[in-house]
């Protein structure tokens, strides 16, 4: 559930796959990198998550994410697996994690690591990052490049974040989180295999309540993906995510933080509404280390 590739259409379970990496990435949502920084530095907290994927109502696949941010580093965990009739023809599992550090209130992304397995194989992706630029990258075991696809040059791999840390919104300001302002975003990814892009807008409010955690309001914000490299232009996927204009991600606040992260996540698809959605939504504020210490 961590990377934005492999897009088909030829079955409906291969092209569900990818929403969940899409809404690891797409929820991307923060430029953690390029805009700024916590109102407190030092404010702390916990996010522990389960989700659950569905395409047009049918139950697909669930997940875990758990998140913890502290005074100077933050570490995000995440797991899923097909569930129901998809499991029953195509198995898959995934997991994946990043840490760094927490650099004059910015995030600063250190290693980033995926593991998707199916019935027939298992990839795993690790990265390397620092100053913002991918130090080293690896995927186990190499696949082959399509001739068509758009190379993947050193220079699309400077001034990025992985999908991962990018799911971290900070909301700028000393306001409430939950302002149109905190849609506004533009960021540069890169997975392992693509570089693309993805623009944030404000759309409105709403209300969430999930079954187990938060109640309240949400910012929802439209989401604009635009490929850059690694990509197959012709590939009809390519062209529907970028023509799209309806994918949404609905944010709500970290409990003792300024960092917003994903309640839910939706995009319309061929085969109906594909949703990504929060069950469990628990968030605990945690006391800053350097006020234990004082104590």
């Known amino acids: 559930m961590l990377r934005f590739s492999k897009f ?6 291969r092209f569900f796959k990818s929403l969940p990496r899409l809404s690891a990435a797409c929820c991307a949502v923060a430029p953690v990198l390029i805009d700024g920084a916590f109102a407190d530095a030092r404010a702390q907290g916990r996010l522990d998550a389960r989700y659950t994927a569905t395409l047009s109502g049918i139950p ?16 995000a965990a995440a797991s899923g697996m097909t569930t129901g009739l998809v499991r029953v023809f195509t198995g898959g599992q995934g997991s994946g994690a990043a840490r760094g550090g927490i650099v004059s209130g910015n995030f600063a992304p250190a290693s980033y690591s995926a593991s998707i397995s199916t019935d027939k194989r298992t990839e795993e992706i690790h990265i390397t990052l620092g100053g913002g630029n991918v130090k080293e990258f690896s995927i186990t075991p190499e696949s082959p490049v399509s001739p068509k696809a758009v190379p993947v040059t050193d220079g699309h791999r400077r001034n990025v974040i992985d999908p991962m840390t990018a799911s971290l919104v900070r909301a700028p300001g000393k306001d409430d989180p939950l302002n149109p302002e905190s849609c506004k975003r ?17 759309k409105r409010m709403e209300r969430v309540k ?5 109640a309240g309001p949400a910012l929802v914000c439209s989401v604009y993906f635009s490929p850059v490299a690694g990509h197959v232009p012709e590939r009809a996927a390519v062209k529907y995510l970028t023509e799209l204009r309806d994918m949404e991600v609905w944010l709500v606040p970290v409990a003792g933080t300024r960092v917003l992260v994903p309640f839910r996540f939706s995009v319309p698809t061929p085969m109906g509404l594909g949703v990504l959605e929060a069950t469990q939504f628990i968030t605990t504020p945690l006391p800053s280390k350097a006020n234990v210490k004082t104590q």
């Open 8 to 13: 088909r259409f030829s079955r409906s379970s």
């Open 60 to 75: 697909l696949g669930k997940g875990a994410w758990v998140i913890d941010v502290t005074d100077n580093e933050y570490v």
């Open 186 to 202: 533009h960021l540069a990814i890169f997975d392992g295999r693509i570089r693309y892009d993805l623009d944030f807008a404000y």
């Open 210 to 214: 999930a079954d187990k955690g938060y």
